[in-house]
């Protein structure tokens, strides 16, 4: 009679505990979904700005230099 009673008493005390374990996540993910998404309204730009992320590099090759001319002749 007492294993039963232990048994009723274990389930619904894990049955408890399970609801505020699960609200305690939802709750902490819903925040780190919020703190995302706000950092990165802070990087948006209005619309029509324009931004620069990267300078280009100043040790670009040139494109006039791209290899020899070789002269040739067609072989009969």
Do not use: C, H, R, W
């Given at each position: 009679?007492?294993?039963?009673?232990?048994?009723?008493?274990?389930?619904?005390?894990?049955k408890?505990l399970?609801r505020?374990?699960y609200?305690?996540l939802?709750?902490?993910v819903?925040q780190?979904?919020?703190?995302?998404?706000?950092s990165k309204?802070?990087?948006?730009?209005?619309?029509?700005?324009?931004?620069?992320?990267k300078?280009p590099?100043?040790d670009?090759k040139?494109?006039?230099?791209?290899?020899?001319?070789?002269?040739?002749?067609?072989i009969?």
């Open positions: 009679m007492k294993f039963i009673l232990y048994l009723v008493l274990f389930y619904f005390g894990f408890f399970s505020l374990f609200l305690y939802v709750n902490k819903k780190k979904q919020t703190d995302f998404y706000n309204d802070i990087n948006k730009n209005k619309e029509g700005e324009v931004s620069i992320n300078m590099n100043k670009s040139n494109s006039d230099k791209l290899g020899d001319y070789v002269d040739y002749e067609e009969d």
